[in-house]
């Protein structure tokens, strides 16, 4: 069976209510004297739905206690009961829950489930574990930015976390996998609180399948990645600062035993075998003052039931610092359980008289013989759409259009993910921005400058004062011409005019450019300045290295660096057609290189005998040797 969902708070963990009911109107009690309506308002208060049924109808604690003429304050409450407070909007809702395998069918599932909650019941974050996906990724989809780390073996583990587009924006959230699929951490710039999520799914101690995962080092076992597990653990929360909001959850794999002000009695009822590093946990939660959620209320419920087994191995936990009464509420609740009877309890009355089987047949025969038809009509739409874009593709390729053809080609070829460009630290740990632009400005200081500022000096026929205007040596007649035979598909910069605008208005932009030229005395900024585009040598780039950096310029400046290289072509090509330079050069090729160097590589009795000599009287070779090399050989040779 499925593991149970978590909910929690930052700061203070809060419930998730997965009611989807129409709440009914009660009638006002001048008192609260009746024994069933203050029960009624222990359990909603108590119950993780935030409601109770009272009277035959579903009641939310809103409901409640929202119909009291006298303060809230003067109920008696039970041991049991926990302050409610009002202000929802300061809280983080945070979901945990063990998949066990998000196939794409059970993901949508998930998704429409998260966007049929009410407003206030959805939760901010939910953190998924044993996702058993295949690659990193990184994506929006309505309502959520879901962030996913996988293992070398799928089935092994994945973890991921989906972020309510609703609670930050994608440049607040930073990222990484200190162990993948395994160790997630997710950082959360919000209003007033930076807040940190660590995604756990921790390996079981022992298992049925091979002892050692698909990819893995040889030699790795369970108790060796455990270890690795515990041991990232301890550093990630060892580096993060203390004023951040810590939240910890997930598939633990571990069950815990009650500890003083740490962890709640409710851990201890649970039948379970404690693996033999069970300390481990138990040392990191004392080293790093944190504070076990999820087993303080009698609403505590094991996560886990294998027939008359159980165990409570999900856990949630925050700083002790950061907690409130709030906070220890949150227990596990069974999803999609009681939601019919929550909706439409007479439904079930409505249907007595009919037979299910008969209905449930029925209907699906109809819907299996409708479905069957759609999906012969969807594989005959795309075989005809395929051989549209073939056809289309040998149009291009007949008329030697590469553009269009790479564009029609990576319509057909599967999607490669964009992701975030996110780089590390030395210990893989998360920058921030700041951090991030200075990493980047540090490496392309040292790759591009040298130690010591240019300062060339102008020699008289350089002299500016010898020219009438800075550009005058350009024809302004060419402007026009040059706009004209530009790229359209050229990248520019975002927030300046695209290359195709400048093309289809180079007759009216061409005389103002020309003008521009004609009065200019200096260089305006614009055209010095160059924007950054760092294009991914890898897959998964973290270091500067790892990017190729391109410079996207603006429009007219292109155009006039394109004007000054035209003039200086032609000196350039003569001074360079009398030394051996093959590239960049007309009419030159590098192979003419290796031919040249190919062409000296001949047999030493091509040599001239005289080269031979003076070659030798340099080398100092001795007299006697000399002529022995010059007199006897030579003149063997030369007979």
Known sequence: MPRCSFSLPCRSLLFWASTLASFPTLEAHTEPRKRAFNRACRRAAASPLLGTNYRGRWCSVKDLLGKRRTPPAQVRASRHTLPIQSNDSARLKLVTYNVGGLSQVAYAELLQFLQGLPE????????????????????????????????????????????????????????????PGRVQHVRLTLDGAIVDVVNIYQKIMTTSLAPAEKGSVPGTTARTIRREVWS??????????????????????????????????????????????????????????????NSWTRFAKPTYRNGSHFSLIDHIFVRKVASISRSVSAVACQMFVNLLDLVAPDLVFSLAKYSINVLFHGRHHRFRKAHRAFRRATRDAKVAWLRTQVACMEQSARKGDTRALFQLASRICPKQRRKTLQLRGAQGQILSHPEQVEVLRSFYTDLYTSGHQDSPSLSDPLRSDCCDGLFACLNPELVTPALRRLSPHKAAPAHLAHTSIWVACSAQLGPWLANTLRKATSIPQLWKDTWLSLLPKVSAPTLPRQLRPLGISEISGRVVCGLIQHQLRPHVMAFLSQHPQYAYLVDRATDQALIRVLLHCKAFDRLEWPLI???????????????????????????
């Open 120 to 179: 206030p019941h959805r939760p901010d974050l939910v953190l998924l574990q044993e996702t058993h996906w295949k690659e990193d990724s990184e994506f929006d989809t309505p309502g959520w930015r879901v962030i996913s780390s996988s293992t070398k073996s799928p089935q092994a583990g994945g973890v991921a976390v989906l972020i309510s587009q609703s609670l930050c924006d994608a440049g607040d959230i930073l990222h990484t996998s200190p162990v």
């Open 613 to 639: 000599s003076d070659s030798l009287k340099e080398a100092g070779v001795p007299s006697d040797l000399y002529h022995l090399i010059i007199r006897e050989c030579g003149k063997d040779a030369a007979s």
């Open 232 to 293: 990232s653990i301890q550093r990630l929360l060892r580096s993060l600062p203390s004023r951040h909001v810590v939240i910890m959850a997930g598939d633990f794999n571990t069950p815990l035993l009650p500890m003083a002000k740490r962890v709640g009695a409710r851990a201890s009822f649970c039948h379970a075998t404690r693996p033999q590093d069970v300390n481990e946990l138990a040392d990191i939660i004392a080293d790093h003052d944190l504070l076990h959620l």
